[in-house]
């Protein structure tokens, strides 16, 4: 069964940074894509997506500042998050993008404000 626990939210001020993982079992991250969703209200935004030949996706808001990465014999996702912003506050999940979309995990928090 797929398992997704992600960490390292926490509180920032405004310009900082954090680094944010997902760890995973059952899941092959040479045939599964993998990305970062967040949520701050309503639904769930797909941020981040990273192929298993490492093409990324990023809205055109956050290209420059969150970097996704992996470490695919760890089969842990990481998002690289810097220069955040008041409106980065959310609760940030890690899943694999469709059509290999599966269950969530609990999320982790971050909350960007001074």
């Known amino acids: 069964q797929v398992q997704l626990m992600e960490s390292g939210g926490g509180s920032v001020q405004p310009g900082g940074s954090l680094t944010l993982s997902c760890a995973t079992s059952g899941i092959d991250f040479t045939i599964n894509a993998m990305g970062w969703y967040r949520q701050a209200g309503e639904g769930r935004e797909l941020i981040s997506r990273l192929?298993?030949?490492?093409?990324?996706l990023y809205p055109s808001s956050l290209k420059g500042r969150f970097t996704i990465s992996a470490d695919k014999a760890a089969k842990t996702l990481y998002l690289q998050m810097n220069s955040l912003k008041a409106e980065a506050t959310a609760v940030y999940y890690c899943?694999?993008?469709?059509?290999?979309?599966?269950?969530w995990g609990p999320g982790t928090q971050v909350t960007v404000s001074s």
């Open positions: 899943n694999a993008p469709p059509p290999d979309f599966g269950s």
């Open positions: 192929t298993p030949a490492g093409h990324t």
